[in-house]
């Protein structure tokens, strides 16, 4: 048979080959320093933590129509009627982890026409964003709100607020 020389190869000159091809590549027990103890293998089912999450991985927040279906269960549960002091508290913390500023005009909506306890939490709560939305909203609720009481508390909100921001200027540029 008449092969090429090319495919004949001599035995030494292949296992010559292989050990270098081998000695190339690091194994498993040199690839770690001789002081480190083994680490054992991740299950193939655990996500590795050095990665960044995939999109759909990542947590979604809630939608506008999911957060003002929130809002109202909070209202009937904690607030609206309830008179009980302790249960009131619990509903005005609650308050206070709807931080989307898209749903401010909303929350002014859902709980006008509750008692000013809920009012004076939801203009704080503005005001402590330290936000241009939450400015935004507390400048609305000056000026277009037809409540009087709630047009005052709006605006003295927002004057602390401009007071604050100057008063941060001025150290900043000293």
Not at 61 to 78: C, F, G, M, N, T
Not at 95 to 102: A, G, K, N
Not at 156 to 172: F, I, S
């Amino acid at each position: 048979m008449n092969t090429p020389r090319l495919f004949m190869l001599n035995p030494s000159f292949l296992s010559a080959a292989l050990l270098l091809l081998a000695s190339s590549f690091p194994s498993s027990a040199s690839a770690q320093p001789a002081s480190a103890p083994p680490r054992a293998p991740l299950p193939q089912s655990a996500p590795n933590s050095t990665l960044r999450p995939t999109p759909a991985e990542q947590p979604v927040p809630p939608s506008l129509a999911d957060q003002e279906k929130l809002l109202r269960k909070v209202r009937h549960k904690y607030l609206g009627s309830m008179r009980k002091t302790e249960i009131r508290q619990i509903g005005l913390a609650k308050l206070r982890e709807f931080t989307d500023p898209l749903i401010f005009p909303k929350m002014i909506e859902i709980f006008r026409r509750d008692k000013h306890d809920v009012l004076d939490t939801l203009l704080d709560h503005f005001s402590d964003q330290h936000s241009p939305e939450g400015d935004a909203t507390l400048a609305w609720c000056a000026v277009f709100d037809p409540d009087k009481w709630l047009r005052t508390q709006a605006s003295a909100r927002l004057v602390k607020r401009v007071e604050a921001a100057r008063a941060a200027g001025r150290a900043t540029r000293a």
